[in-house]
């Protein structure tokens, strides 16, 4: 129980630093909400003159956007799988190893505690770009339904654990190496592409599509949106085992991972 | 400034950029591993990037009137200008603010070059030109494919258009970093930038239409970076086009100047 506090110290103390950041946090969702903007840009050419693309029509298409770019803005682990590989460089990774507290779940309680700011902010942006859409034509957007609204937020969260593993993992390759930053990079954009926040996933071929739906990026973006328009409710039930073995899976690999490269570590007085 | 004194100093600046990129050449034959890495990273990008389209293109004939080859040719050209600024002054660049909040700068500005450029260049990474050849392939074969026979001038108009782009580029990356001289986090242009960037480079030209076009083309001119170069190529930009285009960069190039030169005015030097 007290470490379960001390974690939770740790989310509280993350969220009131990026809520200190309050111009950053807003500005990012108002980023999301231009990536949504310029997205309506380029599938408006694609849909002029076609009904539907894919199963979808152009309302269907800027309603997947809307949530799909603001779901996948809420990982926060990512920047802090960036600063951790910057302590562990820059040799101040010892705080951690010097308290009573683990790593991974430190990591993990961060994550969180940022996330939950970023899905406030993130939250209020989509609800008024959707009403500025519906102001704008009251069909223009496909309608929400609200049991895949409850369906969509455990997948949302299992997908976010799954990407929290899978960036701690990149963080801690920085024991072995000097600079990460452009694994970093290159992984933010397949993770970005296999999530469906680029485009929609039911566009590809379908044995793409299927060998996607076997691994956690979907749970990102792309199934939650489509769970929230009423959509691919009936594999539900094997998804979310699927998306929970995955994250046991991370874990384990995550722990193997730490336990064979932080006898690396060095830092000044060791 | 006497014409005569403007050459000289951009003889001088021209001749520290190179010596700058040929001392990072050594540093990166010397490192390999940061070598290939930036190049490997670019190709990921492009390649996912071409699957977009691909995606796309699996689904529709055209974009806007744009058929599969000739946004082929887009994503060839965004991937040339990419490799051609990811290796001169992109990574140098990144480093902006970092060398305004921390005081670094002050080593710039008391060297006898243009601290600027010598922020810009310093970090030369010679890995991503390599991007160039698999850029090229595209370009050329999609030239091929569509069946368009381009002449010397088509071909000099489009390095033309390149370049263009490339000084462009440099200007709209400075001017998103400009904000470190007064603010401590940045983090919100970055993601502005990456945003404009991203779609700008996956949005092909004849997307933008009306008041978008206003927006894309001239206020925030991401849109021109790869689809000015094609429209020269194929020869659809006109003289109204390269008048527009150039307009848009020799304002912005004067901002750029005007807005350091403002910053340099603010900033607060580890000594001062």
């Given at each position: 129980?007290?470490?379960?506090?001390a974690y939770?110290?740790?989310a509280?103390?993350?969220l009131s630093?990026r809520?200190?950041?309050?111009?950053d946090?807003?500005?990012?969702?108002?980023?999301?909400?231009?990536?949504?903007?310029l997205?309506?840009?380029?599938?408006?050419?694609?849909?002029?003159g076609?009904?539907?693309?894919?199963?979808?029509?152009?309302?269907?298409?800027?309603?997947y956007?809307?949530?799909?770019?603001?779901?996948?803005?809420?990982?926060?682990?990512?920047?802090?799988?960036?600063?951790?590989?910057?302590?562990?460089?820059?040799?101040?990774f010892?705080?951690?190893?010097?308290?009573?507290?683990?790593?991974?779940a430190?990591?993990?309680a961060?994550?969180?505690?940022?996330?939950?700011v970023?899905a406030?902010?993130?939250?209020?942006?989509?609800?008024?770009?959707?009403?500025?859409?519906?102001?704008?034509?009251p069909?223009?957007?496909?309608p929400?339904?609200?049991?895949?609204?409850?369906?969509a937020?455990?997948?949302?969260?299992l997908?976010?654990?799954?990407?929290?593993l899978?960036?701690?993992?990149?963080?801690?390759l920085?024991?072995?190496?000097?600079?990460?930053g452009a694994?970093?990079?290159?992984?933010?954009?397949?993770?970005?592409?296999?999530?469906?926040?680029?485009?929609?996933?039911?566009?590809?071929?379908?044995?793409?599509?299927e060998?996607l739906?076997?691994?956690?990026?979907?749970a990102?973006?792309?199934?939650?949106?489509?769970?929230?328009?009423?959509?691919?409710?009936e594999?539900?039930?094997?998804?979310?085992a699927?998306?929970?073995?995955?994250?046991?899976?991370?874990?384990?690999?995550?722990?193997?991972l730490?336990a064979?490269?932080?006898?690396?570590?060095?830092?000044?007085g060791? | 400034?006497?014409?005569?004194?403007?050459?000289?100093?951009?003889?001088?600046?021209?001749?520290?950029?190179?010596?700058?990129?040929?001392?990072?050449l050594?540093r990166?034959?010397?490192e390999?591993?940061?070598?290939?890495?930036?190049?490997?990273?670019?190709?990921?990008?492009?390649?996912?990037?071409?699957?977009?389209?691909?995606?796309?293109?699996?689904?529709v004939?055209?974009?806007?009137?744009?058929?599969?080859?000739r946004?082929?040719?887009?994503?060839?050209?965004?991937?040339?200008v990419d490799?051609?600024?990811m290796s001169l002054?992109?990574?140098?660049l990144l480093?902006?603010?970092?060398?305004i909040?921390?005081g670094?700068?002050?080593?710039?500005?008391?060297?006898?070059?243009?601290?600027l450029?010598?922020?810009?260049?310093?970090?030369?990474?010679?890995?991503?030109?390599f991007?160039?050849?698999?850029?090229?392939?595209?370009?050329?074969?999609?030239?091929?494919a569509?069946?368009?026979?381009?002449?010397?001038?088509?071909?000099?108009?489009?390095?033309?258009?390149?370049?263009?782009?490339?000084l462009?580029?440099?200007?709209?990356?400075?001017?998103?970093?400009?904000p470190a001289?007064?603010?401590?986090?940045?983090?919100?242009?970055?993601?502005?930038?990456?945003?404009?960037?991203?779609?700008?480079f996956?949005?092909?030209?004849?997307?933008?239409q009306?008041?978008?076009k206003?927006?894309?083309?001239v206020?925030?001119?991401?849109g021109?970076?790869?689809?000015f170069?094609?429209?020269?190529?194929?020869?659809?930009a006109?003289?109204?086009g390269?008048?527009?285009?150039?307009?848009v960069?020799?304002?912005?190039?004067a901002?750029?100047?005007l807005?350091?030169k403002?910053?340099l005015?603010a900033?607060?030097s580890?000594?001062s």
């Amino acid at each position: 129980m007290r470490a379960a506090n001390a974690y939770f110290a740790v989310a509280r103390t993350a969220l009131s630093d990026r809520l200190a950041w309050r111009a950053d946090v807003f500005l990012g969702a108002g980023m999301g909400a231009a990536r949504v903007g310029l997205a309506l840009v380029l599938w408006t050419a694609v849909f002029a003159g076609r009904e539907s693309i894919g199963g979808m029509g152009l309302g269907t298409m800027a309603s997947y956007y809307l949530i799909a770019v603001f779901a996948y803005q809420l990982d926060q682990s990512s920047a802090v799988s960036s600063e951790l590989a910057g302590e562990i460089r820059s040799g101040r990774f010892g705080k951690y190893l010097a308290r009573p507290v683990d790593p991974l779940a430190w990591f993990l309680a961060a994550a969180c505690g940022r996330s939950l700011v970023q899905a406030a902010a993130a939250l209020g942006a989509a609800l008024a770009l959707g009403l500025a859409c519906i102001l704008v034509d009251p069909a223009y957007l496909a309608p929400a339904s609200a049991l895949g609204l409850a369906a969509a937020l455990p997948v949302l969260a299992l997908g976010l654990l799954c990407l929290a593993l899978v960036n701690y993992m990149t963080g801690i390759l920085a024991f072995a190496f000097q600079d990460i930053g452009a694994f970093q990079i290159g992984k933010n954009c397949v993770v970005e592409f296999l999530s469906g926040a680029l485009l929609p996933l039911a566009l590809l071929p379908s044995g793409a599509r299927e060998a996607l739906e076997l691994t956690p990026f979907p749970a990102l973006a792309s199934l939650p949106a489509e769970l929230i328009l009423g959509r691919g409710l009936e594999g539900y039930g094997r998804e979310l085992a699927l998306l929970a073995l995955w994250a046991l899976g991370l874990w384990a690999c995550a722990r193997a991972l730490y336990a064979s490269l932080s006898g690396r570590y060095e830092e000044m007085g060791s | 400034m006497s014409a005569t004194r403007r050459a000289r100093s951009a003889t001088r600046s021209l001749r520290c950029v190179l010596t700058l990129m040929k001392t990072r050449l050594a540093r990166a034959a010397a490192e390999s591993g940061s070598f290939w890495s930036a190049f490997i990273v670019d190709s990921l990008v492009f390649c996912i990037q071409a699957a977009v389209f691909w995606v796309i293109y699996l689904n529709v004939d055209d974009i806007g009137g744009w058929d599969k080859w000739r946004s082929v040719f887009f994503v060839g050209t965004f991937t040339l200008v990419d490799g051609l600024y990811m290796s001169l002054y992109f990574f140098g660049l990144l480093g902006m603010p970092e060398a305004i909040s921390s005081g670094r700068l002050d080593l710039y500005l008391t060297k006898p070059f243009d601290p600027l450029l010598h922020l810009a260049f310093e970090r030369f990474n010679p890995g991503s030109l390599f991007l160039s050849l698999p850029a090229l392939t595209l370009v050329v074969a999609s030239t091929a494919a569509l069946g368009y026979r381009p002449g010397p001038l088509e071909i000099a108009l489009y390095l033309g258009a390149v370049a263009l782009m490339l000084l462009l580029m440099f200007d709209l990356m400075v001017l998103m970093r400009l904000p470190a001289f007064r603010l401590k986090r940045l983090g919100a242009f970055n993601a502005a930038e990456s945003a404009l960037v991203e779609f700008a480079f996956r949005v092909p030209g004849s997307a933008y239409q009306g008041t978008l076009k206003l927006v894309f083309r001239v206020i925030l001119p991401y849109g021109l970076i790869a689809a000015f170069p094609t429209e020269a190529f194929f020869g659809s930009a006109g003289l109204g086009g390269w008048a527009a285009a150039l307009g848009v960069v020799a304002a912005f190039t004067a901002l750029t100047r005007l807005a350091w030169k403002r910053g340099l005015a603010a900033y607060e030097s580890t000594g001062s």
